[in-house]
């Protein structure tokens, strides 16, 4: 059974699983009407990870004897600057998450919470390798800067890289 503070802990870490779903299919909506096919792709991608994220807490609550509320979502930008403005946001965003989630394995601790806190781990560990490939994105980016023809060559990456994410999340 939750306790009620890590019951409001997980809900809470819910709508932020939930906003981040959204605010990346945001990002691959436009990057769509741009014609950036690799980097919408990813980000459509990304953006299903993140409500699997949700529906995989959402689960958690029920089952411990919890109820999971499902959230109001603010709206998502619709224009955004460029490829590389998505992707730092997506990195900012990535952080905050991390230090969210780092806080709910805090609560866990101080309730004793050890069955959420074992559950928690895989948020932990799912979180390093976002941040990680989100900074290599932005590597890539940064060397890129505006050339036209390396900007053509990175969005056709994403699209591999798109590959490789879904073949992760199908031996989940
Ligand atoms: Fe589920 Fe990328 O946070």
């Not at 980016?141 to 023809?149: S, V």
């Not at 994403?158 to 073949?167: A, M, T």
Request: proline share 2%; glycine share 6%.
């Amino acid at each position: 059974m939750l306790s009620g503070k890590i019951e409001d802990a997980l809900n809470k870490q819910i709508a932020i699983e939930a906003e981040s779903s959204q605010f990346y299919l945001a990002m691959a909506s436009w990057a769509e009407t741009q014609g950036l096919n690799g980097t919408s792709t990813f980000l459509y991608e990304h953006s299903d990870e993140e409500r699997m994220h949700m529906l995989k807490l959402v689960h958690f609550v029920n089952e411990r004897g919890g109820k999971a509320i499902i959230p109001v979502l603010q709206q998502p930008p619709s224009e955004f600057e460029s490829i590389t403005n998505i992707f730092e946001s997506l990195l900012n965003h990535e952080i905050m998450v991390s230090e969210q989630i780092n806080h709910v394995v805090d609560i866990c601790l101080q309730e004793k919470d050890y069955t959420t806190h074992n559950f928690m781990q895989w948020y932990v560990s799912e979180q390093i390798e976002e941040e990680a490939l989100a900074r290599t994105i932005m590597d890539k980016l940064n060397m890129i800067g505006t050339d036209k023809g390396g900007l053509y060559l990175f969005d056709r990456d994403l699209e591999r890289i798109s590959g490789s994410v879904n073949k992760g999340q199908s031996t989940e």
